[in-house]
């Protein structure tokens, strides 16, 4: 590729032609504010926070957009530009709530370390609260129009990444809006709930439903045990959230800092994700072998299930009736774990720690209370565990690292990797192969299924018979795949379709940032985990197998139909 | 006479569903759908159902279906009167009086700008400039252009809508 | 084909028809016939003269006879006295200001004398709704010169020796505009013709459309065969319904004989126009905010580059011009370059079109040579101020050109020197105001328009139209302080340098321009005291 010489504030450069002036000079070591800018998106150029002077041009430029040419001079600290990014700020700030100390995104902001950064004492601008009333018409996502900027990140994302479009400008001109159709609530539109709009949202106007005093209040009741399950992504993600490098495995501090909260016993997600590989891989033999419809789709991604609900109803017999790992976990905790510790299930308050926002409303969906009580009372992210460790003094960095609570914490290498886009396939053909063949996989890490391409395919020869499968990370990419299958002509048995991009590990609950970036570090750390772990396959799970001996008899079994399995419901576009 | 009235829906049902059709899958074809149901019957809105059958039918996400309908003043997604008067206020038909003729309007109407008069007939909304400066100060009702408005006009013009 | 020895003008721009032209006519053909004239005299509706301050109009050829403001009683004398006994109605005339002696005839009042019509060639002279007319006046020549005896690359050379600028305000140079297209890479070019005139004060578009639909429709397929784009579409205001419908009668016209469609000419060039209607959005009129609004989502404008010329409409080079612009097309191809830059000024050859409005005799369109100054528009074209007062502003180019004050009457009136006034050519349109009014009233309108047409989409529009009209608001009110306009100051070099489109670049300039040359004005309110009585001063 051709590189082009320019000069950003006196430092000559050379970068790729089609580079643009804030490339240029990332590249030279100026740093450019931006605010619609999102290094995972389309040019928006729209906030002009990141305008530049460019030589020879008649107006500042933005340098989020603006390509570079050979020889072109740019300077980014002269008095014009400092002028207009500081009136911009103040212009946007006029119309913002004054409020940062009780926001959601107070020292995570990108408007907010703006305005610190330079020096906003006071607005001269008259300041206008838009007074709308805040979203909290579900159980996962808030919203609040007042703190919208208007920089159009959720708008892309919802749209093009998710395919849900739930979210676009409303209006015209100062009262432009960002909301849904008709200006409903995230409840009333088919919104997935995966929250891949948080990210995107440069300020508070987009977060999760806050749900730490309800755990805090569970903690503090003496009459109440409190279990808690952590998601596989949770654990390469929440030192994230505690100052740490993205990328770090922190899962023996988690549950140390588990225990330190208070929390009675700590379990892991992972067990019930090996649980689910054996009743997943099951039902998938039994469609193979029985004339099921085929290509079978995995079920443990709340908000790719509420999508599929809403936009492709008429392929609800393809999903696997599997509950997701998390909703495993809660009826068993409440049934199996019960019986065995010899505790009221009444008594038990089951928490899990997701990397996701669509769980939150997974565990409020009425079919999910098996055991005659709620499976999962209450669904906290990453980023909220990361705020209550830190509201409970607890220094992360230091904890030693501690191991899960037997039975419902043991798991394998096959159930971290869920985390990641790949993971639940990878896992699914490392039992299934065994089970089939009846011989060892040559090589478990199965890498044609993993990375960040939107849809991966493979095939897998099975004594004989070639099983094709595909993996899909993110709903446009599911989409994909889904026209394919309405149409008819998508030849795969089996296929992983995660909700968010990168799988889990990208979920709408993680630690601000998450971007491609980041998802790709964490991706790193799951596999490092699978590495570490001695188990790697889920049915060699010991404590899965004990499950089926001592409680479930066999996979697909009455107790498991019963606990383990489900139904979805046909909704609406609109 | 509600039968009659059933009727008529559901023969606007499908008059406003054939305008869709004409145009069925094509995205571009938005605004013109949007125009052609307003005009429909001169109702004047876009009722939500009938977003629902453009987002539908154009196959546009219903979000963006709003995000159009409410960025162009022609179009309201809230119930108008039968006749919407769009009075201009830019500087040319201000400098000839145009704040009176306002004035007036809401006066004989009883509303404010955006409102709609109590008998359901008019809707008073301010438009931009209609390019007919030339009989300044000026107001379209409908389709209808006045020109050359003084506040006694006012009176005799609305009647003609009556 | 039936001879007649006179023609009756009925003009039936939207302005006279809002006046009664249409009864006007139905009264005069009616009376023609009640005086069995009908097969010697033939009534014909046409395009807008311009005049439309003495609306209706009637001209009456071969004499050329003016007849203003025609009422029904006037009829039967027009039609007894002149068309049946040849003698002019002089009590009837056109008498322009305080001039001793009605003018006789169409070109020689001071109104059309001062005029060169190029763009406005047909307008009042043929029958709009008629083809025929259009090609007896030489319609349609021009696209067949271009189409058998021309490349698309000469025809690109023709058009930029003329100096032909964009007359939707922004001047680029439309030869140049045209070769981008050319050279672009596409299966698949467009002609977008901007009819979206939103500009306060601007309806040159709309009568130009409604007086000579074909004189577009020539200038798009020109346009077309220079760019290598088969489909043009024009995307009109949705207020201008009298412009859409007789745009659509045109295409129609045209496709029937064979003028637009395949096969042009009998050459392999084929061009088909649609109509689009707008829906409301003074942004739209910017190029690439019309481009997205042709889509069918929101107008707003698309940041540059990619331009147009190489990405544009449905992601194909396309080629944007506004009404006047291509107006002016078949009249170059036609006449060449040489005759074209004999009008105007080196630097802004041709004819430029106006429409005047506010506090001036004769409001209407009128179209001048490029370089007049403002004192002869106002006071010639014009007629002056009226009622008696003194003439105060001049806002030039439409809400968002500047404001110029007296010491500017004499300034030519060309894209550069006003530009170098603080100033624009923009539209055309030309507001002027006489001392009843005041300036901090008149600029706090200007604003709230932009308030109410900022499409939302970059921060210092959305934002800064608001906080700019609180700020003069402010001001109004007799509130602010010498902070506040520096603020002002502050905020409007921030809009003018950050804003995506112009419309955020512009909005500022009718502050500053006043601010610059009303100064007193403005230190009077902050004093607490409007001088015109017109804003309402807060009790201190």
Avoid at chain 1, 318 to 328: A, D, E, L, N
Wanted: glycine share 10%.
């Amino acid at each position: 590729m051709a590189m082009i010489k320019v000069t950003i504030d006196g430092i000559a450069v050379e970068v790729p032609q089609g580079s643009t002036v804030l490339q240029a000079a990332e590249q030279a070591g100026v740093k450019i504010p931006t605010l619609c800018h999102h290094p995972d998106q389309s040019v928006k150029a729209a906030c002009r926070v990141c305008v530049v002077k460019v030589e020879g041009q008649r107006v500042l430029q933005p340098a989020c957009a603006f390509p570079v040419a050979p020889n072109m001079v740019v300077s980014t600290n002269v008095p014009e530009v400092r002028e207009a990014r500081r009136t911009i700020l103040e212009l946007i700030l006029a119309h913002h709530p004054q409020d940062c100390l009780n926001c959601a995104r107070n020292l995570n902001c990108e408007l907010q370390s703006l305005a610190a950064d330079y020096g906003i004492r006071e607005i001269p601008f008259g300041v206008t609260h838009r007074g709308l009333p805040l979203d909290e018409s579900n159980p996962a996502i808030v919203r609040d129009p007042n703190k919208c900027i208007n920089c159009g990140r959720c708008i892309e994302v919802c749209s093009e990444v998710q395919k849900a479009a739930v979210l676009y400008d409303m209006g015209r001109g100062y009262n432009t809006i960002v909301m849904p159709a008709g200006g409903k609530q995230l409840a009333e539109v088919a919104c997935t709930l995966c929250g891949q709009c948080i990210h995107a949202c440069p300020v508070g106007a987009i977060t999760e439903k806050d749900d730490t005093d309800r755990v805090w209040d569970a903690l503090y009741d003496a009459g109440k045990h409190v279990v808690v399950q952590t998601a596989p992504a949770v654990r390469v993600a929440l030192g994230e959230a505690l100052g740490m490098k993205p990328g770090e495995v922190v899962t023996g501090k988690m549950v140390a800092a588990l225990r330190r909260l208070g929390f009675d016993r700590v379990f892991d997600t992972d067990f019930t994700a090996d649980l689910t590989i054996m009743e997943e891989g099951r039902e998938l033999l039994e469609r193979l072998q029985h004339g099921g419809t085929l290509p079978m789709i995995t079920s443990c991604s709340p908000g790719w299930i509420k999508f599929v609900e809403h936009f492709y109803p008429d392929l609800l017999d393809h999903i696997s009736t599997c509950k997701s790992p998390q909703q495993m976990f809660g009826a068993l905790a409440k049934t199996y774990y019960a019986e065995r510790a010899g505790i009221d299930p009444k008594d038990i308050v089951s928490v899990s720690i997701m990397p996701c926002t669509a769980k939150k409303y997974e565990a409020t969906r009425p079919e999910m209370q098996s055991s005659g009580y709620p499976d999962v009372d209450i669904v906290l992210t990453t980023r909220e565990l990361g705020r209550m460790l830190k509201q409970a003094g607890i220094d992360f960095a230091v904890l030693p690292e501690e191991a899960y609570d037997d039975p419902l914490g043991i798991s394998t290498g096959a159930a971290v990797i869920f985390g990641a886009t790949g993971g639940v396939m990878e896992a699914a053909l490392r039992t299934v192969y065994e089970v089939v063949t009846g011989a060892a996989l040559p090589n478990i890490e199965l890498t044609m299924v993993r990375g960040m391409e939107g849809v991966k395919e493979a095939a897998v020869d099975l004594a004989g018979t070639t099983v094709k499968v595909a993996v899909a990370h993110s709903l446009s990419n599911a989409s994909k795949i889904l026209e394919r299958i309405r149409a008819g002509d998508a030849d795969y048995h089996f296929i992983e379709i995660m909700c968010c991009p990168g799988g889990c590990i990208g979920g709408g609950g993680q630690p601000i940032p998450t971007t491609n970036a980041v998802r790709q570090e964490r991706i790193n750390a799951i596999y490092q985990a699978d590495r570490d772990l001695s188990l790697r396959k889920s049915h060699e799970n010991p404590a899965v197998l004990r499950l089926y001996e001592e409680y479930l008899s066999k996979p697909l079994g009455e107790k498991s139909h019963k606990l383990l399995h489900t139904h979805y419901t046909k909704r609406s576009k609109y | 006479m509600t039968a009659c009235v059933c009727t008529d829906k559901q023969d606007r049902e499908e008059r406003v569903k054939a305008i869709i059709n004409n145009h069925a899958g094509d995205s571009s074809a938005l605004l013109k759908v949007l125009h052609a149901i307003q005009d429909l019957d001169s109702v004047n809105y876009l009722a939500e159902q009938e977003l629902v059958w453009v987002a539908e039918g154009l196959n546009v996400p219903l979000s963006k279906v709003y995000g159009v309908a409410t960025f162009y003043s022609l179009y309201s997604v809230a119930p108008r009167g039968r006749h919407v008067i769009r009075i201009c206020e830019n500087a040319p038909c201000h400098v000839v009086g145009a704040s009176d003729i306002i004035r007036t309007l809401q006066e004989l109407l009883g509303v404010k700008l955006g409102e709609t008069s109590a008998d359901g007939r008019f809707t008073l909304e301010l438009t931009s400039c209609l390019g007919v400066c030339g009989v300044a100060p000026a107001m379209m009702i409908g389709d209808d252009v006045h020109g050359n408005l003084t506040p006694d006009k006012l009176n005799s013009i609305l009647a003609e809508y009556r | 084909m039936q001879l007649h020895r006179a023609h009756v003008l009925v003009c039936a721009g939207t302005n006279c028809h809002l006046k009664g032209s249409t009864t006007i006519r139905q009264l005069l053909v009616e009376e023609i016939k009640r005086q069995n004239l009908d097969l010697e005299v033939r009534v014909v509706e046409t395009g807008c003269f311009g005049l439309c301050e003495q609306g209706p109009v009637v001209v009456v050829y071969p004499e050329g006879a003016f007849y203003s403001r025609v009422t029904p009683e006037n009829i039967p004398v027009i039609v007894s006295e002149h068309l049946m006994k040849g003698r002019v109605v002089e009590s009837l005339l056109y008498k322009a200001g305080d001039a001793p002696k009605a003018v006789t005839t169409y070109d020689q009042n001071d109104f059309f004398r001062k005029q060169k019509r190029v763009v406005l060639r047909n307008c009042g002279l043929i029958n709009p709704e008629s083809i025929e007319e259009y090609i007896a006046r030489g319609g349609y020549e021009a696209l067949g010169k271009a189409l058998t005896t021309m490349t698309p690359e000469t025809v690109i050379e023709a058009v930029k020796a003329s100096g032909l600028r964009g007359r939707g305000g922004a001047g680029f140079p439309t030869g140049l505009k045209w070769g981008f297209t050319l050279k672009a890479q596409g299966d698949q070019k467009y002609v977008i013709c901007n009819a979206d005139e939103g500009e306060p004060g601007t309806f040159k578009d709309r009568l130009i459309l409604e007086g000579d639909p074909h004189g577009i429709l020539e200038g798009m397929a020109i346009a077309g065969y220079a760019t290598g784009a088969t489909k043009g579409y024009v995307y009109v205001r949705g207020e201008y319904k009298l412009s859409i419908a007789r745009l659509q009668k045109a295409i129609d016209q045209a496709k029937q004989l064979g003028l637009l469609g395949e096969n042009i000419f009998g050459t392999d060039f084929g061009f088909d126009v649609e109509i689009v209607s707008g829906a409301g959005a003074y942004v739209c009129g910017e190029e690439t905010a019309l481009i997205e609004s042709i889509e069918g989502d929101r107008g707003e404008p698309r940041y540059k580059p990619p331009y147009p010329a190489n990405h544009g409409l449905f992601g194909k080079p396309t080629t944007v011009n506004n009404v006047e612009t291509l107006a002016n097309i078949a009249p170059i191809v036609q006449n060449g370059a040489d005759w074209f830059r004999a009008i105007g000024t080196e630097k802004s050859p041709g004819t430029k079109v106006y429409t005047l409005t506010g506090n001036v005799v004769n409001t209407g369109l009128i179209e001048v040579p490029m370089g007049i100054s403002l004192r002869e528009v106002i006071y010639e074209v014009g007629g002056g101020i009226p009622n008696g007062r003194e003439f105060k502003m001049a806002q030039t180019g439409g809400t968002s050109g500047g404001c110029l004050a007296e010491q500017h009457l004499d300034v030519p009136m060309d894209y550069d020197s006003l530009q170098e006034h603080g100033s624009a050519l923009g539209s055309g349109a030309l507001l002027i105001m006489d001392d009843s009014h005041c300036i901090v009233d008149i600029t706090k309108n200007f604003l709230s328009f932009f308030n109410h047409e900022s499409c939302g989409q970059c921060t210092p529009c959305r934002e800064g139209t608001t906080q700019l009209y609180r700020l003069v608001d402010k001001i109004a009110s007799g509130e602010a302080t010498a902070a506040d306009i520096e603020l002002i100051h502050r905020l409007s070099r921030t809009m003018q340098s950050s804003s995506l489109c112009a419309l955020g670049q512009t909005a500022p300039v009718p502050v500053l321009s006043t601010l610059r040359y009303f100064a007193d004005e403005y230190a009077s309110h902050m004093q607490g005291v409007c001088p015109t009585n017109i804003c309402v001063i807060a009790e201190k």
